[in-house]
């Protein structure tokens, strides 16, 4: 399966400071996503990180507030700006190799991050 | 919005088999079904996916409707480690509904 590493694991972080978190992925793939998932609650997608291109962001998620790099096709940041209390969730990022692409990968399967734990104090 | 719809919660006895519904009445011709699990503290992970015909794995069986607007997840046998938050996902959309919390009673 594709290996997906984020950091940080967790923060704790003082209202209207920014955040950037990192994913790596150990091989090569197109398609990866953010998502944040607040306590209890399902996962909502963020936005799609395009490799050479900007992220393309989901209704209510704006490139302001949460800025994407994808420089390659293994490593995306996202940054959540500004903070508040209401951002405090865990964010995860997500690739969907398609068939040829990820080390050992099943396609069009879509592997998670452990996830970046987040608190706005 | 998900395009998909599922019961909020679901109970089951262990090693009974269990049948997670999911309505996909928007779904297009091409779109994959998709179905995730979340164990507690745990990022989702893949479950199963199929297009037309009933599909098994070592994990689970899907089972989806002629018309293709519902599929069910089969587990055969629950067992306590299957107790999960349950999403079924479409493909060309990638967006998680709700899900479905499955209880397993020992």
């Known amino acids: 399966s594709a290996v997906i590493s984020q950091k940080p694991s967790r923060d704790i972080c003082q209202r209207g400071t920014s955040l950037t978190i990192q994913c790596q992925v150990d091989?090569?793939?197109?398609?990866m996503f953010w998502y944040r998932q607040q306590p209890g609650q399902s996962l909502t997608l963020i936005a799609t990180?395009?490799?050479?291109?900007?992220?393309?962001?989901e209704s209510g998620f704006v490139i302001d507030k949460f800025p994407i790099s994808r420089p390659n096709l293994t490593f995306s940041t996202l940054t959540v700006s500004n903070m508040s209390p209401e951002d405090s969730s865990i964010y995860l990022c997500?690739?969907?190799?398609?068939?040829?692409?990820?080390?050992?990968?099943?396609?069009?399967?879509?592997?998670f991050g452990p996830g970046t734990r987040l608190t706005v104090t | 919005d998900a395009k998909t719809t599922q019961p909020n919660s679901m109970e089951s006895n262990e090693e009974e088999p269990v049948h997670l519904p999911c309505n996909h009445s928007?779904?297009?011709?091409?779109?994959?079904i998709h179905w995730y699990r979340q164990l507690p503290s745990q990022g989702p992970e893949y479950v199963i996916h199929?297009?037309?015909s009933n599909v098994n794995n070592r994990m689970a069986s899907l089972a989806i409707a002629e018309d293709r607007k519902s599929s069910t997840l089969i587990l055969h046998r629950a067992t306590l480690r299957d107790a999960a938050v349950y999403y079924c996902?479409?493909?060309?959309?990638?967006?998680f509904g709700a899900g479905t919390r499955l209880t397993v009673k020992p």
């Open positions: 997500s690739v969907l190799p398609f068939r040829g692409e990820g080390r050992g990968a099943r396609a069009y399967e879509q592997y």
């Open positions: 091989s090569q793939v197109t398609m």
């Open positions: 990180a395009n490799q050479g291109s900007e992220a393309t962001y």
């Open positions: 928007t779904i297009s011709g091409t779109d994959y």
């Open positions: 199929g297009l037309t």
């Open positions: 996902i479409l493909f060309n959309d990638m967006r």
